[in-house]
């Protein structure tokens, strides 16, 4: 059955901004996190993850790194009952070091390709969708998908709304203050 999805960015929205996470120790779940996503679960929404993740591509850290986190997140959070529903990453990076993942691509944000993995993975009502994360380019994404978008102030949140959305034209529909906010303001503009 269709249903719309929240996507969520990663670095900064569900997790402490501390630039490349290179190592476990360093991925930090901001506490409102479970709250967050149990809010969507119990109202009918696809939680669902979308991460840039360039560090790969220049050698940061390895992409077994990158999904050990991943499952960390999820088994987190489930063991909490709340249940993150996808996570889609993008590896690649233009200036990278490692020939595989070093490429111009459709999935790093703001293009669309981890929506469009997350479309092929989900039957997504996405005319209810929302996008939540702290970077212009989450805000990017929401208006290249006519999603609504809402900028959180976590992260690079605040230096975001400062410095860089006065810069451009595509602005969000909500800014929150964490992403437990954000879902609460969601639920509130949910037609359903």
Not at 113 to 133: N, P, R, T
Request: proline share 6%.
């Amino acid at each position: 059955m269709k249903k719309p999805a929240v996507f969520i960015d990663r670095d900064g929205t569900i997790n402490e901004q501390m630039g490349y996470i290179n190592h476990m120790s360093r991925f930090v779940i901001f506490p409102c996190v479970v709250e967050a996503v149990r809010l969507l679960n119990a109202h009918d929404f696809w939680a669902i993850v979308l991460t840039n993740q360039g560090g790969v591509a220049r050698g940061y850290y390895p992409i077994e790194l990158m999904h050990e986190i991943h499952d960390f997140l999820t088994r987190s959070l489930k063991s909490n009952g709340a249940i993150i529903d996808g996570i889609f990453y993008c590896p690649h990076h233009p200036a990278g070091i490692l020939p595989e993942y070093s490429k111009e691509c459709d999935c790093r944000k703001p293009k669309p390709g981890l929506v469009h993995q997350a479309l092929e993975a989900f039957d997504i009502d996405m005319s209810k969708s929302y996008m939540i994360g702290d970077r212009y380019v989450d805000m990017e994404l929401a208006s290249r998908l006519d999603l609504e978008g809402v900028l959180v102030k976590t992260g690079y949140g605040l230096g975001e709304i400062d410095y860089v959305l006065p810069q451009h034209p595509t602005k969000p529909k909500h800014i929150a203050q964490d992403l437990l906010n954000a879902v609460k303001w969601i639920l509130r503009e949910d037609p359903r």
